[in-house]
């Protein structure tokens, strides 16, 4: 009996401790902004800068970038050649203004393309 009446409490104390945790966790975002930045000779641009909403997001190695959400919804995005992680200058070819979340199972790429361009020449004055 007293067994029984311990492993009760022990059982009763893993439950509480369980619910108690669930009620603390934090949300899993489910909703995602993905895509790829490339160059206009189709390869991945490696540490591109992009504003998503108030968030900032840079490329992979592949040129990838994801940011989730906790809802959905459409958020201005941008570029921001002058940040970029990579050495070089860069123009932004075609990208979109505004984005929208979608469910991580059925999200489709946001690409953009760039092209990278010759850094300004410096100027000499004769004084």
Do not use: C, W
């Not at 009996?1 to 949300?27: C, D, E, K």
């Not at 953009?112 to 010759?118: A, D, L």
């Amino acid at each position: 009996m007293r067994a029984a009446v311990i492993a009760g409490a022990m059982m009763f104390a893993v439950s509480t401790a369980s619910a108690q945790l669930n009620s603390t966790a934090q949300p899993i975002a489910l909703h995602v902004i993905q895509g790829v930045v490339l160059d206009d000779q189709g390869a991945p641009v490696e540490g591109a800068a992009l504003h998503i909403g108030k968030q900032v997001a840079y490329t992979d190695s592949s040129g990838r970038f994801m940011v989730r959400f906790l809802k959905r919804g459409s958020f201005p995005f941008s570029l921001a050649p002058e940040v970029f992680l990579t050495n070089g200058v860069y123009q932004v070819l075609s990208a979109p203004s505004e984005v929208h979340t979608e469910p991580e199972d059925s999200v489709a790429d946001v690409r953009v393309v760039v092209r990278r361009v010759p850094p300004p020449q410096a100027r000499l004055y004769n004084q």
